[in-house]
């Protein structure tokens, strides 16, 4: 299992193409997806092979936060459309994506 620390970790894995092109981005179980403080400063986890994919699905002090690939796409989207945006917008973005299941152009 990989652990990145926090949201600029995740969006230097998105940069570098380094996360996973399938499946999920875990979190610990009290992570508060409504919290944009827990978005910026918390761990996510990646799971490396299939057993650790599986392991990841049981565990119960994790839970799920994005796939994978929609993390990505969440920030190419805005990325395409802004190309400057900050990580404040790319963070706002995945917020809203996480409320309304939509892209923030």
Known sequence: ????KGFDGLL???KNKTLPNVGWLYVDKDFDLDSKMDILNKNYYLA???DESF???????LRTFLESPTFCDIVDNKLEHHPNSTKDELLDAVVYYLEEDDFLD
């Open 1 to 4: 299992m990989k652990t990145v």
């Open 12 to 14: 230097v894995e998105a």
């Open 48 to 50: 490396e092979t299939n």
């Open 55 to 61: 392991d990841m699905q049981e565990n119960d002090e």
